[in-house]
């Protein structure tokens, strides 16, 4: 944003973060199923919206203030294109659509007096409507949910988990034996998740978060440490037990171009898993109809025969998600599954993931740069700085007070919905060390506002702070309340 000021410049920014717009942007114009629903200034339409579709997209934002509340989502999933409706483009998904809606889609209505133009049959009932969009029930979402969380068995303990990269060396080091520099990915990590436990990873990129998923699903040889998965460890599957592992553990990556087969169609790619272990043979398509429907891919008969290439990049997602349930996995790494939806379709996946745990009894690792997320989803929150945990502890304790600086930092800078908040965005110094020659000492010391001495000459340990069950490794833990991560416009 400073460049674009510095040399006067127009930005358009398409993305589903609403809180990034509200934070950057002077105008929005929001759509869905190829029209524009509602237009007009940041402020206008974020804080007094007029059309159901807006109100929902509000709703299903999650803010890391709400903690485990869950968010609203739109249920249903958008149109298909190939047949332009007639009516509304979100009459299917509107609960406040009529006989009008189905009949013709609206035209823009300029509202008065304020830059703001909505496509709503309905845009004189606007206030009304926004009171009951407020409201789970009004969208059939039922959003109460039973404290069923128990104490439970541990299905995965990490100890000292270490993935190290060596890079290349000159031969003149080769011939004197030198050891080669390493990237130290993952750095000496320790933790246990229990059954029906959802443990929330964050860090910036490059922090080790994905190779710390995929050396515990065992798709990266550990260098070093001990990962114990249910009662065994991880040199007894890679014994001759991997197929056992990979029935029991399941891992969704981030990016479904490159983890979906191209040349397979839904059914296949949904249905491989349930044949390579021979799974249902008898109601088999029952069983990958229903694994699409848990995901939000309905009816599943329009998607079955579909190739990777003629979905969108969410149902892509959605797809990836549903292969690595159909199994009933007793454990999942999901690594940024959410990156591609957008932020309705986000709600689903993170409500259908607590569901997962509460109900089932499923562990689970959500690895995410989006906090706000994590703080709805999670029950333990991890922190990650180059290879290393810096924070750990029940979600609810790290976001209301948090102990590490780096954690702190980060919960300062997540952006919120309310373009009315005045913000002051709290910015890192400098960048992240270089990972093959790592400072002695603290690593995040040539970046921390509170480094000392001591600092730069030792590094810390994971240790409780405030609660047995919150550790940060922090020589100067933060001392202060529950961070405030904004402040009125008074």
């Not at 509200?22 to 339409?45: F, H």
């Not at 599954?337 to 562990?363: C, Q, T, W």
């Not at 020659?437 to 603290?442: D, V």
């Amino acid at each position: 944003m400073h460049g674009q000021e510095r040399v006067d410049s127009s930005l358009l920014l398409i993305t589903h973060e609403i809180g990034v717009i509200a934070e950057t942007c002077d105008e929005l114009s929001i759509l869905y199923g190829g029209k524009v629903m509602e237009q007009g200034s940041t402020g206008n339409v974020l804080i007094n919206p007029t059309n159901p579709y807006t109100m929902g997209l509000k709703n299903s934002f999650p803010e890391i203030e709400s903690g485990t509340d869950d968010a609203v989502s739109i249920p249903g999933s958008p149109p298909n294109l190939n047949t332009p409706p007639t009516g509304c483009a979100f009459v299917d998904r509107c609960p406040f659509a009529d006989e009008t809606c189905e009949g013709s889609h609206p035209d823009f209505v300029d509202l008065p007096n304020r830059n703001q133009r909505s496509a709503c049959h309905h845009v004189d009932r606007a206030a009304q409507i926004r009171r009951d969009a407020r409201q789970p029930e009004t969208w059939g979402v039922e959003t109460t949910r039973e404290d069923t969380h128990k104490e439970q068995d541990v299905i995965l303990s990490v100890s000292d988990l270490e993935k190290h990269y060596s890079q290349s060396q000159s031969l003149i080091d080769q011939f004197r034996g030198n050891e080669p520099p390493k990237v130290r990915a993952v750095d000496g990590v320790s933790f246990s998740v229990s059954r029906s436990e959802i443990l929330g990873v964050a860090g910036e990129s490059g922090c080790g978060k994905s190779t710390l998923g995929e050396t515990i699903a065992l798709l990266e040889e550990p260098t070093g440490g001990e990962i114990l998965f249910d009662g065994k460890s991880a040199e007894e599957y890679q014994k001759g037990g991997m197929k056992q592992f990979r029935e029991k553990a399941q891992i969704v990556f981030q990016d479904p171009f490159d983890s979906l087969n191209p040349r397979m169609t839904v059914w296949k790619l949904v249905s491989e898993p349930l044949k390579i272990h021979d799974r249902s043979p008898t109601d088999r398509e029952a069983v990958v109809r229903e694994t699409l429907e848990r995901v939000g891919l309905t009816p599943p008969s329009k998607f079955l025969d579909q190739y990777p290439h003629e979905l969108s990049g969410g149902q892509r997602q959605r797809v990836a998600i549903a292969r690595a349930l159909v199994l009933d996995p007793d454990f999942l790494v999901c690594d940024e599954p959410a990156s591609m939806l957008d932020v309705s379709l986000k709600v689903n996946l993170l409500n259908l993931l607590r569901s997962l745990a509460d109900e089932e009894n499923i562990g689970i690792i959500y690895i995410s740069h989006d906090l706000a997320s994590l703080a709805q989803v999670s029950d333990q929150l991890a922190i990650m700085y180059l290879g290393r945990i810096v924070e750990i502890g029940e979600t609810d304790r790290v976001v209301e007070a948090p102990q590490h600086p780096y954690t702190e930092r980060l919960l300062s800078a997540t952006p919120e919905k309310d373009p009315s908040i005045d913000r002051e965005r709290v910015t890192l110094d400098g960048e992240p060390p270089n990972p093959i020659e790592l400072p002695s000492g603290c690593v995040f010391a040539p970046r921390c506002p509170k480094a000392q001495d001591e600092c730069r000459a030792s590094n810390p340990h994971l240790e409780s702070t405030v609660a047995d069950d919150h550790s940060a490794a922090c020589f100067f833990p933060v001392e202060k309340e529950p961070v405030d991560r904004t402040s009125s416009s008074d």
